[in-house]
């Protein structure tokens, strides 16, 4: 399975948070594709049929967590690996250094209101993610309240 562009994926059990992401992504400069799904076991599931460029992953969520998620997707060697950028509104030093460690690519804690959305989506958008996988740089790793 090769990686779809600009297929992005929100995971997010909370619909104003879900509706919030997609409206800013779909009114990016960009033509893509969006699928939402409200759990990390129908993200797995979802993966199966459909590789995304992005994923946007909640960290608390039912069934499976984001962190559940993140581990059984970066375990999965033989899959093309996404882009996953981890989303919450905790900004805990344990969620950092977890994410990081189960190999995030990038960890949001989410804006509270649009513009800062629309301004923190717009700089994840237009960075360069080529051959990122293996430099997660800590000082680079955290994204938040971006002016």
């Known amino acids: 399975m090769i990686s779809e562009p600009n297929l992005i994926i929100i995971a997010d059990d909370d619909s104003d948070d879900c509706l919030f992401l997609s409206s800013v ?12 799904v409200p759990n990390g076991e129908r993200l797995i599931n979802m993966l199966k049929a459909v590789s995304p460029q992005f994923i946007f992953l909640d960290i608390n969520m ?3 967590s984001g962190f ?3 581990r059984q997707i970066r375990s999965n060697k033989n899959s093309p690996q996404p882009t996953i950028i981890m989303c919450s509104t905790s900004s805990s030093s344990i969620d950092l250094r977890m994410s990081q460690e189960l190999g995030a690519d990038l960890y949001v804690v989410k804006p509270n209101n649009l513009k800062h959305l ?3 989506v717009d700089e994840i958008l237009k960075r360069d993610w080529a051959g990122t ?10 994204l938040s309240h971006v002016q």
């Open 25 to 36: 992504l779909l009114s990016m400069p960009i033509e893509l594709s969006l699928i939402i």
């Open 62 to 64: 039912p069934k499976k």
């Open 68 to 70: 559940d998620a993140l």
């Open 118 to 120: 629309s301004t923190m």
């Open 133 to 142: 996988a293996n430099k997660r740089i800590p000082e680079s790793f955290l």
